[in-house]
């Protein structure tokens, strides 16, 4: 006789494809002690656990911690991080991102980052690189939301691929997209589709046009520079861009109001070492401020 096997619900859940959800509020607030951490909420693996003043109270240095410490098939982390009027904040990480080789479902993993800042405030959005692996299937949106007389800075740098290990970026795909607005209307707009498929076979990789064959992309975005005489600092930029030739190729635009620098590398130290230089070089013009470069950068 044959019996009624009912299948286990605990062991069908098990065998699902694992999805991992994380999700960071972080809101600063000027108070009269100086700026603070107003919100501080989470769900999943994505935390802050406090903030540091290595410049005085009134600009807040924070960590994020992931300890998984990247991102498999069907991952999501969701940051959203706001800064009120007057405040200062100066958002970094404590390793680089991961996006590892995806699973044959193929399931997204991606990352949305959404930050506001208020008249008055600052923010400066600078993580340490992601590296997208091979066969990675990633995806990276930044929406940067400035009332009028905000200033915020970022950059992004991304290894395509394990360089050190030869390992190209073959059979994957990553979409990065940063999008910067001044009360609904677009300042800035980057946006880098990769395919695989177009990378294995040397069309966008080595196109004089597209990555020319250099595996790490970088950007450095800083602004508005609505009134300040720029001239001699870009003169400076361009001097200290070529002084890293070597190691790199890059230029420095002005977009509108925007300040924008693109790299390419072999080498995400390197891209990440230029980029450093330029935003100390740029912070006084800016912000008004001496660069104070996060602790654990030098860990």
């Known amino acids: 006789m044959n019996q009624l096997v009912i299948p286990d619900p605990n062991l069908a859940e098990a065998a699902k494809p694992s999805r991992w959800h994380a999700d960071l509020e972080l809101q600063f607030a000027l108070g009269t002690r100086g700026c603070r ?6 769900t999943g693996p994505l935390y802050v656990q406090k903030p ?8 807040a240095h924070v960590y994020l911690l992931h300890p998984p410490g990247g991102l498999v098939s069907g991952d999501r982390l969701d940051i959203r991080v706001a800064v009120e009027q007057g405040a200062g ?22 990352q949305h980052t959404m930050l506001r800042v208020e008249s008055g405030a600052s923010l400066e959005w600078l993580p340490l690189e ?19 007389g905000a ?14 290990c030869d390992a190209p970026f073959a059979g994957g795909q990553l979409l990065q997209r940063l999008e910067i607005f001044r009360e609904g209307v677009p300042l800035l707009v980057e946006s880098l589709r990769l395919c695989g498929a177009d990378l294995s076979g040397n069309k966008m990789m080595n196109a004089r046009a597209g990555l020319q064959g250099l595996p790490v992309n970088g950007l450095l975005v800083m602004g508005p520079f609505e009134s300040a005489p720029l001239d001699s600092v870009l003169k400076e930029c361009r001097e200290i861009i070529a002084r890293h030739e ?13 300040l924008a620098v693109r790299v390419l590398g072999r080498c995400a130290f390197e891209v990440r070492g ?21 602790r654990i950068w030098r860990t």
């Not at 540091?52 to 600009?59: A, I, N």
């Open 151 to 164: 200033r915020f800075a970022g950059w992004e740098v991304t290894s395509l691929g394990l360089p050190a």
């Open 274 to 294: 230029l980029l450093t230089e330029l935003w100390e070089r740029l912070r006084p013009e800016w912000l008004g401020r001496a660069p104070c470069a996060p």
């Open 37 to 42: 951490l107003a919100r501080n909420r989470h």
């Open 89 to 110: 904040a100066l958002v970094t990480t404590t390793g680089a991102g991961r996006a590892y080789r995806a699973r044959a479902d193929g399931l997204l993993q991606s």
């Open 246 to 258: 070597k190691h790199s190729t890059a230029g420095v635009t002005l977009v509108g109001e925007m």
């Open 52 to 59: 540091f003043f290595p410049e005085g109270r009134d600009l």
């Open 130 to 148: 992601n590296i997208a692996y091979p066969g990675a299937n990633g995806a990276m949106h930044t929406r940067v939301d400035l009332e009028r």
